[in-house]
């Protein structure tokens, strides 16, 4: 449900001739009113969204004045049976945020020059969708197959220096794999591919992710180049070190020593025993893409 | 970089005891300065951290008032090399995120009653991190391994009645198993305990996550009730469905028919094929634990 609440949100938010329909029509007349109240947007869900942006608001309008405005309209929307309100809020108008709060609303999510609050008017609890909820973390493990050697690094922001795999934050809108080699090139300056997804560690409240969830995903990736280059800003100390030294150290991460042990499984069973290979596939709703990670099936499944 | 980053800030703003060292009473020094500038904590990488709601403000202080206070605290901070601001601003003083926003500030995030606004002032581009990305969304396949039948449902709300596997969003610090075994419960009234992790999907610039992106999760779980009692506001069906038909069916997502046909084989030749496994261990920088998945490693690995 929430989830279908934030493609509709998204929708009359980015493309909003989509919703000049049935929805919008009768919505903007009860909802802008003669008595000087908001225009806002009204979602198939019962939600209401206004763009402080786009409601003809003076630059200058007072903290008093748009709380004035917000609860006139506040009544009409719970008059009218809305169960949720949302504002858009440039950040040069921000001083109507705190008149918003004064009338129940909270910040939902904001970043660059806009907020965007949310207040809850229907029944028992907020069924409003959240925003973002986890950061994703990915590093690679370059394995070179030809002597069983894969590229660590030490940090030198750490206090102990625990060999591990070079990696780091993903960019937003970048893929997993792409974080993986674009991050081991900058670490190290050895270039490699992508080749499968190895691990996933979820971990929540991380002082790393502003007390957010995060995410840590361990690719195999195939050496494209040897050379080590490392970047003296961020690491210590960066070496091609045996697998099954570092399967056997102390002087590394629990996480890391567990991907040694895999790695090292599969170097010797072969890496489709730990392998999750990737495919990109279309999805339904756009012309945008996707990518898929799972087990291999066999060529011919027998179904 | 950028992680440690965050974890300084995180700590700063959080163990407000720990940022008392040598890095923060220079810094209260000079930030606060004679000229009633704002007073601020700086980090170890050269950030200067100020919250709003710490340093004094009259509750009225005006746009132009504090816009001011803020040009001197910039000047003295430029001065001394800080690379960046971050501001700490309670929703009741929302104006001052007006007037920083006339010095260069955008909105790095906010959440419930208080945005955190950030200033690069360093050479070249913004080395700042960034805040959560994704949202996590997860499915659950519950399969009766007595008759290979999986519980499948078609959503109320799509025009498509195509069958999916029931699913929802991550609460802020649910695990991802919980999701799948929670959301199960709510959409088909089936309990069930989570096994393995089979699928992981990433898709950017999410209509259903306010554009930012989604990563979908198909876990595979046990039933332990078998009755189906649906949510008839989420589902317009379910039903318990053979792997093999819904291997076959066009009347189900691309995803779904994928991970049918990744079930039917780990029916057939033993779901450690398909499986990742999840252990819990202890995080290093705190008491507290994190979740790993990875494919299970032989009882005695060769090492």
């Known amino acids: 449900h929430s989830l279908l609440w934030r493609f509709f949100f998204f929708i009359s938010g980015c493309l909003f001739s989509l919703t000049r329909g049935r929805f919008f029509s009768p919505a903007s007349r009860t909802a802008s009113g003669s008595c000087g109240g908001l225009t806002g947007k009204v979602d198939r869900f019962g939600g209401v969204t206004v763009n402080l942006a786009e409601v003809g608001l003076p630059a200058d309008v007072s903290e008093s004045l748009f709380s004035r405005l917000l609860q006139e309209s506040l009544s009409q929307w719970k008059a009218e049976g809305k169960v949720a309100v949302w504002l858009r809020v440039p950040i040069s108008l921000s001083r109507c945020a705190a008149a918003a709060s004064t009338h129940g609303f909270t910040f939902h999510h904001a970043a660059h020059d806009q907020a965007v609050l949310a207040l809850w008017l229907g029944d028992g609890e907020s069924r409003l969708p959240g925003f973002a909820t986890h950061q994703i973390g990915v590093a690679g493990a370059v394995v070179d197959e030809s002597n069983g050697k894969v590229l660590v690094v030490q940090d030198r922001n750490k206090t ?36 499968s997804l190895l691990s996933i560690r979820q971990q929540h409240n991380h002082p790393g992710a502003f007390g957010m969830s995060d995410m840590y995903i361990i690719c195999r990736l195939r050496p494209l180049t040897y050379d080590i280059n490392f970047c003296t800003q961020e690491c210590l100390r960066c070496e091609w070190l045996g697998l099954a030294e570092l399967a056997k150290t102390d002087n590394t991460t629990p996480i890391t ?47």
Request: hydrophobic fraction near 35%; aromatic fraction near 10%; avoid cysteine.
């Open 160 to 195: 102990k220096n625990a060999w591990k795999f070079p990696g780091g934050l993903s960019d937003p809108g970048e893929n997993i794999g792409a974080t993986a080699v674009r991050e081991v090139l900058e670490e190290t300056g050895v270039r490699s591919e992508f080749r």
């Open 257 to 303: 020593s567990r991907v040694a042990k895999l790695l090292l499984h599969g170097l010797e069973q072969g890496f489709d025993k730990i392998d999750l290979t990737m495919e990109e596939l279309p999805a339904v709703y756009s012309g945008m893409f996707y990518q898929l990670y799972h087990r291999q099936l066999p060529p011919t499944p027998k179904s």
